[in-house]
Every structure is written in C-alpha cells, then in structure tokens.
C-alpha cells in the first residue's frame, strides 16, 4: 500500500509560481509512474501532467504545456510540479496519484491505483 501526501498548495496572484510535492511512503514508488491531477469546482477531474518510473519521459495537458513541470526523485521518494506563470483557470484542487501497475505514465486517471488528499491552489486575477 501506498500512501501519498500533497503539499505546497497555496494562493497566488496570477503570473506567479508554486511548487507542488507529493510524499509517498509505505513502499518505494521508484517503478511506478506518476501523475498530477485536478480538479475544479463544477468540473470533472483533469489530467495535468505524468512521468514515468526513472523521470525520463513526461507528458502534459496542453492548457499547462510549457508553464508546469513534473520531475520526481526516486531517492526520496517524492514526485513534484513546478507551477509557473499561473493563471485563474488553473485554480483547483491538485492531486498526485502513483500508477503501480504501469511504468511509462499515462493521462488516463483510471491507471492509478494510489491517490493523495489533494492540496488547494488558488490563483487569483
């Protein structure tokens, strides 16, 4: 069983930044792929970004490509997304999701197995 624990959510003018880690614990997820999700209020959750197990490849949504950047460390067990140039729109709750069974990553929540609590990020105009 894994356990994963967002942190790093906050409020932000919009044009900032915020950094996003996600703490695994209970097993190593160094084989796993991860992903970062969100989800609005009203609104269905979204794929925001993925990596695979050794942080080699990564995808995105277009509506974060080229301002979020997931990067993971297998050594601490912990996967991160750098969030810059923000805008109102990508306000949400953001979760971090562990995929035990795949190592390539994938934008398809329904791969995951492992979920965190969330954490709030708020970017106001």
């Known amino acids: 069983q894994v356990q994963l624990v967002e942190s790093g959510g906050g409020l932000v003018q919009a044009g900032g930044s915020l950094r996003l880690s996600c703490a695994a614990s209970g097993r190593t997820i160094s084989y796993y792929a991860m992903g970062w999700f969100r989800q609005a209020p009203g609104k269905e959750r979204e794929f925001v970004a993925a990596i695979n197990w050794s942080g080699g490849r990564t995808y995105y949504a277009d509506s974060v490509k080229g301002r979020f950047a997931i990067s993971r460390d297998n050594a601490k067990n912990a996967v991160y997304l750098q969030m810059n140039s923000l805008k109102p729109e990508d306000t949400a709750v953001y979760y971090c999701?562990?995929?035990?069974?795949?190592?390539?990553?994938?934008?398809?929540?329904?791969?995951?197995?492992?979920w965190g609590q969330g954490t709030q990020v708020t970017v106001s105009s």
């Open positions: 999701a562990a995929d035990a069974g795949d190592v390539a990553g994938s934008k398809d929540d329904r791969h995951y197995d492992y």
